[in-house]
């Protein structure tokens, strides 16, 4: 085998990989990728049966209708108590500050918990949680209060307009640990009190479930679709028409989240340019969490050790017959889809699949043109 040749190959299989990495990121194999994703998610166990959110945008006429000028504690508390007579599993509310006990009182016993952008902390202070945050985890500014019936988390949209977006899932205050209102909507979803909820660094812990996060306190995920989308006065009407004719609640088990009905971000749809709110955007991290979608990225390493891979099969004997090298490569795609089975259902990471399938795609290529040609030998 020729010396100068095996190094050639393997020096652009390793700029291959690294290059199908960096599409990967830039989002080019995401229909392929967000499908891999939903494969490892429903064969990797550990799946909850979470409730589904609704977001209620707040409007100038439920405004009218509640006898003030923009979104006050009123507000939170009739949303609260009509979440409640509703059936819903927990109410979240965006951006309100002040005294919550109308609100907490309102809900009747139905867990309430609101968040604040970054840049807006909290008066009474981020809900700090049980244990230590992570050396890495980005700081929330302002303070850490008191754990108490109303939990206070930030509120932060995704990041990225292509592949895998990033969503912050939980900061530090200080020496204390602090949550996003992301992980406070799946505490509530999975039954849990505040107190139950710990970070554990590289993870959130529940009772009996886990949230594993990167070196930032942050996760991954493919958006695929956002959660229902009501106005504060139909919440308003439901409860309404639910409390004086019953039937059956459109909202019963939901997660009901009330934010303003801002349009500073618009996004492309089908129908050309519409209006979006943070909140929006925050509901597809949601619906990601509820389908145990949330995932981490591979290192630097993964292109390198998918090259080397890939270069054991362009210089194996399967170079030296069609046959063998198509066995060769089927029996690659399982092992790697195995090995990716168990990384995600252990550690959460995802290990692309175009990149690596496509590096040993050409890899085999390579070593079957070499074969032929001479180049690395007969």
Known sequence: MKRGAVLTVTALLVALAYFLQREAGRGTFDPVERAFVSWLSANAGGKRDLPPLTLVLYDEEASELAGSGRMAMLDGALFARAASRLGAAGAGIVGLTGDPTRMV?????????????????????WTPLRGEPGRGWDEAPGLAGRPGRFARGFLVPPTGSAGPREIMVAGRNGDRAVPSFLALAWAVANGWRWSELTAQPPSLDGPDARLILDARGAARFFPAGGARVMTMNEVLVAAEEFEREGGASPVRGHLMVLAPATSDVTRVAVEGMVPVTPAEQWTQAWEAARANRLFLLPGWWYPLLTALAAAGLAFGPARRANGAAVLAGLFTLMLFTLVALGVFGSTRVVLPFLPASLTLAVALLLGRAGHSAGWLGK
């Open 105 to 125: 009182e309102a809900a009747g016993g139905l867990p309430v918990f609101g968040g604040f952008a970054l840049s807006a902390p909290p008066g009474s202070g």
